[in-house]
């Protein structure tokens, strides 16, 4: 167990509504990621925040967007939803005192969208 | 921008035998860190093992260890004595150095099948 929790397990949207994704960070850590992982491929970056402010972005549209509060823990939101974005979504936290800034994975939310 | 490879799709190994997953990578970067992670079916990424670029010295954690050879990109994952437990995706990931913020790359996956 890595100690990052996200929330919910699974849920099932339609096409055109919006979500939000839950996440808590590993104690002592500051960063949190998050990633997309379609079924049968590896994870694709999403953003990054860092004391509250998204510091880094993947090649993903401004419908994904996300949180960060005073406590590192994290939201994703995605609106208007796609038939493409039903995928496994991965939180990761992580901490600038780690020189390598290792990841440690929760144990993701499965998103289907209809 | 950086990518990650990982060629071999799927690999089967007896119990107890030593089996070696393929990686490598393209950057034009001189720091960066290199990982394996293990996804079970439980979905769970969880960290295997991380090379800094700027170590020689290969990492090595318990049964698992890499191969790093930083003038062919290639970053391999050696496994020996093959458990049970060890069946599961295995992806290799890349990051740039510090003050880098865009993510980790991750390759495909190869999917590790453990035979008893």
């Known amino acids: 167990e890595t100690g990052v929790t996200q929330s919910p397990t699974h849920l099932i949207k339609t096409r055109g509504q919006q979500v939000t994704l839950r996440c808590s960070s590993q104690?002592?850590?500051?960063?949190v990621s998050w990633y997309q992982q379609a079924l049968g491929q590896g994870p694709q970056f999403i953003f990054q925040y860092y004391r509250e402010e998204e510091n880094g972005r993947g090649n993903f549209p401004p419908r994904f967007s996300g949180l960060q509060f005073p406590n590192y823990s994290s939201e994703l939101n995605v609106n208007a939803l796609e038939l493409d974005d039903s995928a496994l979504y991965l939180c990761a936290s992580s901490s600038y005192r780690d020189r390598v800034e290792t990841q440690y994975f929760g144990p993701g939310t499965r998103l289907l969208v209809l | 921008a950086q990518t990650v490879t990982q060629s071999q799709p799927e690999m089967s190994v007896q119990e107890a035998e030593t089996v070696t997953l393929s990686c490598t990578y393209d950057?034009?970067?001189?720091?960066?860190?290199l990982f394996w992670y293990k996804q079970p079916p439980s979905r769970q990424m969880i960290l295997v093992i991380r090379q800094e670029a700027y170590k020689q010295q290969n990492a090595t954690e318990n049964r698992f260890s890499v191969n790093f050879q930083k003038a062919a990109k290639s970053f391999s994952l050696k496994i020996s004595d093959s458990q049970l437990g060890d069946a599961a995706m295995y992806f290799c990931?890349?990051?740039?150095?510090?003050?880098?913020?865009?993510?980790?790359?991750f390759g495909k996956g190869t999917h590790l099948i453990i035979q008893p």
């Open positions: 104690s002592g850590h500051n960063t």
């Open positions: 950057t034009s970067e001189s720091d960066y860190y």
């Open positions: 990931a890349y990051r740039r150095g510090q003050g880098g913020a865009d993510g980790l790359t």
